[in-house]
């Protein structure tokens, strides 16, 4: 049985929440959610390897959620509280999920979104939450692309 939240747990989430609520955050946030839609690990690696803000952007957001990540999974925040209250990070990481080996390879980057990765499938329950993310970001993707056409 997983241990009891506590209310230094609770605490912790909202530090987590307000930290997403600064400004470049929410920017960066915004654009992931709105604007980035990789469909392959080199669209990832050209956001990355492009100076400029959607770089710093990308690895603000990727770095948020995989630093979160390692907070639950090193014990130091309840796993049951962040599911119930973290799903942002199936959604961001829905994006590149399907891409991540390759990138990881192009890139030299074995760890790159490894925490937010182990996290998000180390249980059924987050593995399913992860193929619905996908499923609804897929149809996001293609109903922007009928948008811009």
């Known amino acids: 049985m997983a241990k009891k939240p506590t ?3 609770a ?5 987590l929440y307000e930290l997403r609520r600064e400004p470049e955050m929410r920017k960066a ?3 992931w959610a709105s604007s980035f839609w990789p469909q392959s690990a080199d669209d990832i690696l050209k956001t990355v390897g492009t100076p400029g803000q959607e770089s710093s952007w990308l690895r603000q957001v990727g770095g948020y959620w995989d630093m979160a990540a390692s907070l ?21 990481l829905s994006k590149v999920y399907p891409y991540l080996k390759d990138y ?27 193929q619905r993310m996908m499923k609804l970001q897929e149809a996001r993707r293609k ?5 811009e056409r």
């Open 7 to 9: 209310a230094a747990d």
């Open 11 to 15: 605490q912790l989430i909202l530090q």
């Open 29 to 31: 946030r915004a654009w």
């Open 72 to 92: 639950v999974l090193r014990g130091a925040l309840n796993e049951d509280l962040f599911f119930d209250t973290g799903g942002e990070l199936w959604f961001t």
């Open 104 to 130: 990881r390879q192009k890139a030299n980057s074995p760890d790159g979104f490894v925490h937010a990765e182990k996290l998000a499938t180390r249980s059924k329950q987050g593995r399913e939450r992860l």
């Open 143 to 147: 109903a922007v692309a009928e948008v």
